[in-house]
Structures are given as C-alpha cells and as structure tokens.
C-alpha cells in the first residue's frame, strides 16, 4: 500500500493540472513560464505554475516516475534529518528549486517574445541529484543504459551531456534548467544539513564513496 506523502500529492497535483492543460489552451498559456509576461506584467507565479503542466504524456510520465523514484527517499530523509520541520524543508526545497532552475533561462529570455518553457524538470533534477548527493553509490540508468551506473559516476556524465545539449539547442528542451536544478539540489542539502541537522552531508558523501571504492 502507498502511504500519502507530500511527494504524491505533488505528482497528483501536478498530474492533474497537466491532465486539464492539455485540452485548455487557455490554461496552457496563463501557466506557462513566458519571461516577456514576467518582465512587463509582473506575473511572477509562472516560475511555479509552470511545473505543474507539460508538453504532453511521455514528458509528464518521465518526469512523475522520477520524482517518485527519488522524492520518496528524500523525503523520509527529510524528516530524519530536520524532524518537524521536515515536511516544510521538503516543500520549501521542492518550490523553491521551480524557481531557481529557471532565473538563468530568465535573464536570458526576459524580453524574448518567442520563447516558452514548462514542465518540472528543473525541480525533479533537484531531487534526484539530491538524492544522488544522499546516496552516491546506489545504481542508476542513463535512458537505455540499466541501473547499473553508481549515482557518483551518472552525475557528472548528466550534467555534461545537459551542458552539451544546451549549448547545442534546438530541441526545444530546457537543459539550463536542468543543470541548474542539479546544482541547486546539491547545495541545498549541504547548506540545509549544515544549519538545521547534525547529518553532514559532504563528509557522507565522501565516506560513502571511499567505502565503495575499497570493496573492490
């Protein structure tokens, strides 16, 4: 049985609103982050509204599976880690990574009038490398590639081919947002752990990668 967690009521939510979008044009484009309408309209909420639509079913899918697969075990970590609070740390983690994956796409789209970006890619790569950050050594897949890749060794190659693929362009993917939610997902666990827990996480991460490499 599937317990409620604050990450499946965001992926209902977010299912959802998707779901509704998709038939709405409407509503598609009231949420969608568009810098032009938060440059001369102030419409500041798009940087959040956005992550809750998606282009179609495969990219919702891609991106609900992940962040069930990781968001389960970040969350509980939470909770270990900050007690409490640690339902309004995951939350404030979660909302404020939509906001933050997206200023560098800002600043350089604010007066762009053709562009246009959704989805919760941005934030879900918050999690995952959160998650990656948390637990190093566990496998993961790259696409075709099975689970086979230690998350330590998956990060770096993902955020090289996202750098790539970004400064290629033209596939109407948000890389940016991609490669800046990692890094902020990185960092605010660090900075999360260091100021409101005893866990620390980058000497777990170093621990936790030593001991792997001497079990061979």
Not at 68 to 74: I, P
Not at 103 to 131: C, D, Q, W
């Amino acid at each position: 049985m599937i317990s409620i967690t604050l990450t499946i009521i965001i992926i209902a939510i977010t299912a959802i609103v998707s779901f509704m979008a998709f038939s709405n044009a409407k509503m598609m484009d009231d949420l969608i982050f568009y810098p032009p309408a938060v440059t001369n309209e102030r419409q500041w909420w798009r940087f959040i509204t956005c992550g809750f639509i998606h282009a179609d079913v495969p990219h919702l899918a891609f991106n609900m599976v992940s962040l069930y697969m990781f968001g389960r075990f970040v969350e509980e970590d939470f909770m270990t880690f900050f007690g409490t609070k640690g339902k309004l740390i995951y939350l404030l983690f979660y909302f404020s990574a939509l906001v933050i994956c997206l200023l560098p796409t800002y600043f350089k789209n604010k007066e762009n009038y053709h562009y246009r970006s959704l989805g919760a890619s941005g934030a879900v790569s918050a999690i995952v490398f959160a998650g990656i950050f948390l637990y190093p050594t566990a496998k993961i897949g790259l696409f075709i590639i099975p689970p086979i890749i230690p998350g330590f060794i998956f990060a770096p190659i993902y955020l090289f081919i996202s750098a790539y693929l970004d400064k290629k362009g033209g596939d109407n993917i948000n890389h940016s947002a991609h490669i800046w939610g990692a890094i902020y997902g990185i960092a605010f666990i660090i900075i999360a752990c260091y100021f409101f827990s005893d866990f620390r996480a980058v000497e777990n991460f170093i621990e936790t990668i030593k001991a792997w490499m001497h079990s061979f």
